[in-house]
């Protein structure tokens, strides 16, 4: 699908991969609505009310990038001072896994009413996961499985909606010089850059918004979770 003249939604798009990908996308002709909690207004992408009235205002959208997550409130399972919070697992899992469908089920509606493509396609979705999903760390088991449901709805949406000219596709990145990366170990965070096979170093935001465009543009990438790492592979701290 080209970009020129396209309308694209970006969740998470004021900061880190999102703001990325928004940069890219309007410099590829697209134009760009973003929702994000700490944006204008602010937009809870697991809110099904504001995320419908915010898709209903937009025209002819045919791209989505989900990059609205969130990465703290984890720990290990047990501690001393007690079990894990369920609070802050069900938060992980609203923010990062509902969140992301609730906004791939109202701009898939949205895109299915639109007239084909030349080239038979109505819309492209990208969503994002991690290397956490298969790579899990000590104390990452709430990130670890709401980015793992994330990637494991990527091929069954792709199935469902392949028949109305829908492409859906995950990202995995693996460690991003995002401010979500602020909050690791310093120790830990030398540790993963100097054990990657190369390039040695986190990924840039810029190399995520390439894939991006790379996913649009490129029609037979569909049903598919792409690891973005440098061939990083995570281990326990």
């Known amino acids: 699908m080209q970009l020129h003249g396209v309308g694209a939604l970006v969740t998470g798009g004021a900061s880190g991969l999102g703001a990325a990908t928004v940069e890219a996308l309007t410099g590829a002709g697209a134009t760009v609505a973003v929702a994000d909690i700490s944006g204008q207004p602010s937009i809870d992408v697991a809110d099904p009310d504001a995320v419908a009235a915010l ?46 469908f609730n906004c791939v089920r109202l701009a898939a509606w949205a895109m299915s009413q639109l007239e084909p493509t030349d080239t038979g ?17 000590t104390g990452g088991s709430a990130y670890s499985a709401s ?24 990202i995995a990145p693996g460690p991003m010089t995002t401010p979500m990366v602020e909050g ?19 990924g840039r935001p810029e190399e995520y918004a390439a894939l991006v465009r790379h996913i649009v543009e490129n029609p037979l990438l569909n049903g598919e979770v792409i690891r973005l790492d440098g061939a990083t592979r995570m281990r326990p701290l």
């Open 121 to 137: 396609e109505r819309g492209v979705i990208i969503t994002t996961s991690s290397i956490a999903a298969f790579d899990g760390v």
């Open 147 to 170: 980015k793992a449901g994330v990637a494991g709805m990527t091929l069954p949406l792709a199935r469902d909606l392949g028949p109305f000219g829908i492409r859906v596709v995950s």
């Open 55 to 100: 898709v209903e205002s937009l025209t002819e959208l045919r791209v989505l990038v989900c990059c609205a997550g969130i990465g703290s409130g984890g720990g290990r399972v047990v501690r001393r001072s007690g079990p894990h919070s369920l609070d802050d697992f069900e938060r992980m899992v609203r923010v990062n896994l509902t969140g992301t």
């Open 184 to 202: 690791l170990v310093p120790e830990f965070a030398a540790q993963m850059a100097a054990e990657a096979p190369f390039p040695r170093r986190f």
